[in-house]
């Protein structure tokens, strides 16, 4: 892992940056809650976008709940709570929030020397676990949005 | 007459929230959901703004921007760059192309209003 990128320095920006997201798309409060333990999903929606770069390599996962999702793409979309959103719209929103956070972190890569692309999001649905790679660095972010999880899960290796 | 603006994003939820942005104002939206659909609807709409993503399939926002730019027809369309991506040099690479704003997502609307009411006019819809 490079000196100057250190992962519990990338987890801070992380933390402040979903809470952000949540708070400026969403109205939506999220805390970070550091002892928490990794909740179990039956039907999950994952957004997912990768980065890549000369020094640095990895991919942002945000792993909602199925019906945390769906608030989340009404409010997003300015609907109401309880409103059903269709599964297009619902993968359109967690898309878009993952690729807010991947940006974020690009951003904050680049300007710590570590210059790097995204790609484009992607969703995964279902009961699942993600595997990092052994020389991989992996963490997760357990955040409590009222009486939901949010999951940030950043896999990043920095040559 | 209504002031025109395309927004340029593979995201329909930020195409819609751009919508929703304007919907109080006399505007009228287009829609690209990629570069190389916002050059056609550019010189086929000719829009008073464009708000371009960069990070898009088929052709990125960086890509069209160039192209806008190089185009005698087009070059002289304002374009506020709306992306996830605001590292330094990113910034400074789309600046020198020509951009006329920068708002980084997550935005709020009111800032995206304020930033395009310094290029076009946006004059609110008669309340009923």
Redesign the interface.
């Known amino acids: 892992m490079s000196q100057t990128i250190q992962l519990p320095d990338i987890c801070e920006f992380m933390t402040r940056h979903l809470v952000d997201v949540f708070d400026t798309m969403l109205a939506m409060p999220a805390a970070l809650t550091p002892k928490a333990g990794l909740p179990h999903f039956e039907e999950r929606v994952t957004g997912s976008v990768g980065f890549a770069g000369d020094s640095v390599t990895g991919a942002v996962y945000l792993h909602l709940s199925a019906t945390f999702a769906n608030r989340v793409a009404a409010a997003m979309l300015g609907l109401p709570p309880e409103e059903t959103i269709g599964e297009n719209d619902v993968n359109d929103v967690v898309g878009e929030a993952t690729n807010m956070l991947t940006g974020g972190l690009k951003s904050w890569l680049c300007d710590a020397g570590a210059g790097c692309a995204v790609s484009t999001p992607a969703i995964i649905r279902g009961a699942f676990s993600v595997e990092a790679m052994p020389d991989v660095a992996r963490e997760f972010l357990v955040f409590e949005s009222g009486t939901e999880r949010v999951i940030v899960e950043i896999h990043i290796k920095l040559n | 007459m209504a002031t025109k603006i395309l927004s340029v994003d593979?995201?329909?939820?930020?195409r819609?929230?751009v919508g929703?942005t304007f919907k109080p104002y006399d505007c009228q939206i287009c829609e690209a959901g990629n570069g190389e659909e916002g050059l056609a609807a550019a010189a086929r709409e000719k829009p008073d703004l464009i708000i371009l993503d960069v990070?898009?399939?088929v052709m990125d926002g960086v890509t069209m921007l160039g192209k806008l730019k190089e185009d005698p027809a087009l070059k002289t369309i304002p374009v506020i760059m709306l992306?996830?991506?605001?590292?330094?040099?990113?910034v400074l690479q789309i600046a020198k192309l020509g951009v006329r704003d920068y708002l980084v997502?997550?935005?709020?609307e009111e800032q995206l209003i304020e930033k395009a009411g310094r290029i076009v006019t946006l004059q609110k819809k008669p309340t009923v």
Do not use: C, L, V
Request: proline share 9%.
């Open positions: 593979d995201s329909r939820t930020i819609m929230i929703r990070t898009m399939p992306t996830a991506e605001s590292g330094r040099d990113n997502k997550p935005f709020k």
